[in-house]
């Protein structure tokens, strides 16, 4: 069960786990477009982000010259909780595949979160606790990242709320008391607690909510109260910075192997994960001091990098937050209701989108039979019953897998598994039943959304 | 953040795992009391059992003389993908407990299946495998050991034929999907597709089941078709000697580490995990060579080792397995419907009374709203949502921190993390919204129900 020594599972030392993380920013000739003020569509300034994100969010944020940004000490012993991550060579996938690739997984579902989501949501929250503030709100969907944040309020002691969207708020009870479990307080959205979540509960009574409202709300929830900010799980900049912990780890533990990459392949729907997983090999790239082939892998129903525009446009639906330029399919594309595989933001991280601009990554999307296929292949060879998102990068890595079988090659296929799928398996019985379908946008319902993308 | 270079967590090396389970039989001076058989009540037969269960688990049930049992390569490579589980150091707990004491837990929940059960799942399906057999059968209640076997009979391409008692069926299709994911049939039980479930069903019409009525559906489903046997998740010799992997583990990191526990806390329905959990450190014990205080935690609602007697009863309800000299509630008892919090056999190991009836271990029982207290204490200092069942050790293992506080000791502890909570989310929302009580049985219920102990 081992080919020249590599073992089934890769843990580094707790001294190896990294003490600062890397900001690919700072090695970028052409550093991503300054995000806009969504009212003035000028240049944001610091002073209007510090009264929606925390101090040094808003630092790191805007902050593209910084190499290294060390990791607090209190972060560093958090992540001992569920750091190092292991690096999992697919042994048996290989095998039941029959290729002579080798592929390499790097796990993030080992925490009770479920997902990479922790690595952000426990700076964010003792960034927030530094400052001294009460607490902080977001929203949540399908509650990975709610739960995340809920865990790392816990671990401060912070106030949590939490905007669940209504209608996953009553069908996913589970998210629901997980987050209860560690202390937040989740509210369904639309509410009657906020300006925002009143008028569309008048506008539309019954309405069971969006994402794009949940955030208004969160917004709203944050900046009219004392003390407390708003926090965000992916996109960002400073997300992808904290998720850049996940690469280094994988990078490390494959220099101990003697393992150089080939193709590094991740899922991508706000695209913090993939950010995180490839920063340090990206770094080299950009160096000049290595290549590596680089593949973003998104839902076929959501294909913002394979199919948006490379343009200004608001990161949110309600249109509160700032715009950014990126890959995008317009601030009111919505994936078909039948897609169920997550990763179903409209845009992409303007980090992400500027490198993909520079031909520095390729991009490829998957439909939905074949992501949960894969996954129902992974979960009975691997034994990890993968998220919907990860599965995206499982297929992509078995396509791969199976080319090198075509062509002879015994390529090195790195992935990230960025979660489980305990809390997805309305999903997985739709697939188990025969009943999932696949959609694919027409180009003239993408043509429409971008139509209304804001003139900057 | 570590103590004398304690790190947060131990993670033995691959060529450490175990590869042989200990038998703790072999040590003992007074074996377990022979397995009568239900029909004649003389002393079961190999042959007798060979109908029911593999050749290898047979032998492996009546074999109280080998110290040690080789674990097959098969097996073993199966348990790198879960294996070595992490010895964690309980760093944030002792902090938030203020406690003197050092409280180490070993976590066996890192696995798709959520606990220990796969140690044992993939033993007996390898056995069955290698038989040549075409299939197995099961019944499960919650679903933890149905989705084990599931996974391990799709590793080894084995028929998995589950009965899940039909209100969880019901109530907890997420579990049931995500045995369908690996393939499995799952059945709600009572069914017609036995003699056993068509004559319940037509006794009582709109029956939502019993783990009782389940097993003689499985038992029927096993005997009754050409190639199938029958496989159980606790209760049995073989299953607790597969579980000695936890301890065996346990016991190399405590080694490498220098550290020898004070009391070994383990929670206890069946008694498997908590005897795979003390196995070596018993086995010093037996020998003489060292001694420890090993604990056992049951519900107070199920309190077959505090309250129960030692005495033959059948290991089902249905009176279709052979009989064991176990503590016992009577086979007939049912914990009160608001208990949530699992272990809910009415016995136990017969390993594990044979120990507690020589005076080699203690147990204690707790209620069940302490046992969620403990498991949101524990959730948000340690990051883990812990299983119900787990969290009956965690208890007591903070009530073992609190009095080594008040004495002044720093003892060390060492307690079993069996699972996680992510399928118990209605128990916790109970928890959370305050609805949960306690149940405690009156003397005269447990009385009635020992009444109806078979004369043996």
């Known amino acids: 069960m081992n080919d020249n020594g590599i073992p089934y599972k890769t843990y580094l030392s707790e001294n190896e786990v990294p003490d600062a993380w890397y900001n690919m920013r700072a090695d970028m000739k052409r550093k991503p477009a300054p995000m806009l003020d969504p009212a003035t569509l000028a240049p944001v300034q610091a002073d209007a982000l510090r009264k929606v994100f925390c101090d040094e969010a808003v630092r790191q944020e805007l902050d593209d010259a910084s190499q290294w940004i060390p990791i607090p000490g209190p972060v560093r012993d958090f992540y001992r909780m569920f750091r190092p991550s292991p690096l999992v060579r697919a042994y048996f996938l290989e095998k039941a595949l029959d290729t002579p690739a080798r592929i390499f997984y790097k796990f993030e579902g080992n925490n009770t979160s479920g997902s990479h989501k922790l690595n952000s949501a426990i700076a964010q929250a003792y960034y927030a606790k530094e400052q001294g503030l009460k607490g902080v709100t977001t929203e949540t969907g399908a509650g990975q990242w709610g739960t995340a944040l809920s865990m790392a309020c816990a671990f401060f002691k912070l106030d949590c709320r939490v905007f669940m969207v209504k209608c996953s708020y009553e069908q996913k009870p589970f998210r629901r008391e997980v987050m209860r479990t560690y202390g ?11 300006e925002a979540g009143r008028r569309i509960n008048a506008e539309h009574p019954g309405c069971t909510g969006s994402l794009g409202c949940a955030i208004s709300e969160a917004v709203e929830a944050a900046v009219s109260r004392e003390g407390y900010r708003y926090v965000l799980g992916s996109v960002l900049a400073q997300v992808c910075l904290h998720q850049s912990i996940i690469g280094l780890e994988t990078k490390t533990a494959l220099d101990r192997l003697g393992v150089k990459p080939d193709i590094i392949i991740g899922c991508a729907g706000g695209g913090s994960n993939l950010a995180g997983l490839i920063a340090p090999f990206m770094g080299e790239k950009l160096r000049g ?33 700032p715009l950014q330029k990126m890959y995008t399919l317009g601030h009111d594309y919505i994936p078909s209701a039948s897609h169920a595989g997550g990763l179903r933001y409209h845009g992409m991280s303007a980090v992400l989108s500027e490198l993909y601009a520079q031909g520095m990554m390729e991009a490829r999307s998957v439909e939905q039979t074949r992501v949960f296929q894969a996954a129902e292949t992974f979960a009975r060879t691997e ?22 079988k075509e062509e002879g090659k015994s390529e090195t296929i790195v992935f990230g598994l960025t979660g489980t799928g305990y809390f997805d398996m309305t999903a997985y019985q739709a697939f188990n039943d025969g009943r999932m379908g696949d959609y694919v946008p027409a180009d003239a319902e993408i043509e429409a959304s971008l139509a209304k993308l804001p003139k900057v």
Not at 184 to 194: C, D, F, K, L
């Open 184 to 194: 937040a307080e989740v509210t369904p959205s639309p509410s009657m607690e906020t």
């Open 289 to 321: 001091e290595a290549d590596y082939r680089i593949v973003a892998v998104e839902p076929a129903s959501c294909p913002s990098f394979t199919r948006g525009r490379f343009a200004y446009d608001f990161c949110d639906t309600g249109r509160v937050c």
């Open 383 to 404: 034994g990890i019953l993968p998220a919907p998102e990860s599965s995206h990068a499982i297929c992509a890595a078995m396509d791969e897998a199976m080319r090198c």
